[in-house]
């Protein structure tokens, strides 16, 4: 058992850092970060608030799985946002692809976090 709470902090800290930094980084290099955004969304809203929206979205998940609290929805909500990820940047496929790897990874936490 405890070496199943390890590996569960490892996914859980290793997923929210993915989260952490590309939170952090679209502010400091928008230009780098609005790409990976469907083109019909930049046509709706202003790509500001996209990346300030989407980029509190991201730490607030990360601070979500580093609190250990209700682990189980803050991999699955990981999961269906590392998904939308993928499926909204398949043309990136080159640079997405480790996206797939992270995709699993949260899958894992969430059935490791699974009570029953």
Do not use: C, H
Not at 11 to 36: E, H, K, M, Q, T
Not at 105 to 114: G, H, K, P, W
């Amino acid at each position: 058992m405890p070496q199943q709470k390890t590996a569960l902090i490892f996914l859980r800290f290793g997923i929210a850092f993915v989260f952490f930094y590309a939170a952090i980084f679209s502010f400091l290099n928008p230009n780098d970060w609005i790409g990976f955004f469907p083109v019909f969304l930049r046509n709706i809203l202003p790509t500001g608030l996209i990346l300030a929206g989407f980029s509190f979205y991201e730490l607030t998940l990360g601070f979500w799985l580093i609190s250990g609290k209700l682990q189980f929805y803050s991999a699955i909500l990981s999961a269906l946002t590392i998904l939308g990820i993928i499926v909204f940047n398949l043309g990136a496929f080159d640079i997405v692809f480790r996206d797939i790897g992270l995709f699993f990874a949260a899958l894992a936490l969430a059935f490791l976090s699974r009570k029953g």
